[in-house]
């Protein structure tokens, strides 16, 4: 599932987020390029901005890439990611047993990675998501004073931590039945999941973490979309 439902307001662009070009190519494609070259998707299912269901169904009107056979269907998504997400599950296939959701923004994200999360999955763990290790000092606060300057609360151990990207992978039962839980989150941006794993945990499921990749990075301010201007350098061609 690819997750392209997303504003471009952060990134200064009148267009949804996932339209907005790198290199001359849109987000969403890049990104569909990297699922479609890791070889082991069935399907994608794109969640889109509801007003803009016919021009992304143009744009993948050929398949997910130009030459792939992967299929691709549009859907509307909603008010928040947990909600797009929620609508991309309802319109998978009876079939599909593992689903992989991954973020447009992250249209760098090599096939590899794609791969080993959806190994890791059928390989017996339910809830997988690929992550990088924290170099900075992570602090926890507290409340603003009335000059907004905040309390440290603690210094977190970061050797714990982890930056967490996507694609994330799941048993689609299990994605299913965390979504059901979590639904009343859904419509409001202010309380629901930032990602899947999150409703996994909130079920009590254990989540594995697999070893990210820089190229994984999000897209969602001008500065970011300069560094992939960079990076892309080292991207392999779109598919023919």
Known sequence: MLTAAGSGSRLGHAVPKALVELAGVP???RAAQGLALARC???VVVTVPPLE???FQALFAGGLVPGSDLPATVVA?????QASVAAGIAALADDVDVVLVHDAARCLTPPGLV???EAAVRGGHRAVVPALAVTDTVK???EPDASGARPVRATLERTRLRAVQTPQGFDRALLA???AAGAALAADESVAA???AGLVEALGEPVWVVPGDERAMKITTPRDLALAHILVEDIPPLLP
């Open 41 to 43: 998707l069935s399907a």
């Open 53 to 55: 269901v016919g021009g």
């Open 77 to 81: 998504g909603g008010a928040t990611r």
């Open 177 to 179: 039945a965390a979504h």
């Open 140 to 142: 926890e606060v507290g």
């Open 27 to 29: 987000l969403v494609v």
């Open 194 to 196: 930032s990602d899947d």
């Open 115 to 117: 791969r080993a999360v």
